[in-house]
């Protein structure tokens, strides 16, 4: 049975760009959800229609069974995702920690083969001072009043839309199922 992934539960969702001959690189998109669990997603089996798109992306793309986070809270687990060590090697493991710079990143590893790296980001331990924004050519944490999905979605295509021409990395991350949780009102 699914156990709860408390952070970063859907990551590394889709490669894209990729067809027939061509050679150009993928793009890479890293969509992190703060605690979002498996088992209320159709597509890991839950009968409700709780997430039609999310559904079918993963149809569409690699959809990973078996994802355990490293850490119960986001810094340490986005960490051991950017970095592929533990939180005690990376050093992101409480409020007052950062990462060390001792190490490569996936964002500074393909900021180096060309690609454009960016992440909309949307918890207050997400930001600068961090480091987990190491290698990334445009980092945009959430704004003072917040920002929903829809901004972050939004945020996101216009990143893609700005950077032409070249292979990406965009992380991509929600935090609204995070408490406080917020829904918006019921529709009509």
Same mark, same amino acid.
């Given at each position: ?17 990729a ?40 149809n ?49 590893i ?6 454009? +790296?960016?992440?909309?980001?949307? !918890?207050? #331990? ?9 290698? /990334?050519? $445009? &980092? ?11 901004? +972050?979605?939004?945020?996101?295509? !216009?990143? #893609? ?9 965009? /992380?991509? $991350? &929600? ?5 406080p949780y ?7």
């Amino acid at each position: 049975m699914w156990r709860p992934l408390k952070s970063a539960l859907v990551v590394l969702v889709a490669l894209l760009v990729a067809c027939g001959a061509d050679d150009r690189p993928l793009n890479v998109l890293i969509i992190g959800v703060d605690t979002l669990r498996p088992d209320h997603l159709g597509c890991y089996g839950y009968h409700r229609d709780t997430s039609p798109a999310i559904d079918e992306l993963a149809n569409e793309s690699t959809l990973f069974e078996n994802a355990i986070s490293q850490s119960p809270w986001t810094l340490p687990s986005f960490g051991s995702i950017f970095t592929s060590l533990y939180p005690s090697q990376h050093g992101a493991m409480s409020a007052v920690s950062k990462m060390r710079e001792t190490f490569p990143t996936l964002a500074t590893i393909l900021s180096d083969k060309g690609y454009a +790296t960016g992440a909309i980001v949307n !918890a207050s #331990v997400l930001k600068h001072e961090y480091g987990i924004n190491r290698g /990334f050519e $445009h &980092y945009d944490p959430a704004p003072l009043e917040g920002r929903n999905a829809d901004g +972050t979605t939004r945020d996101a295509l !216009a990143w #893609v839309d700005n950077n032409p021409g070249r292979p990406f990395l965009l /992380f991509a $991350h &929600y935090f609204d199922p995070h408490e406080p949780y917020a829904p918006p009102p019921p529709s009509p």
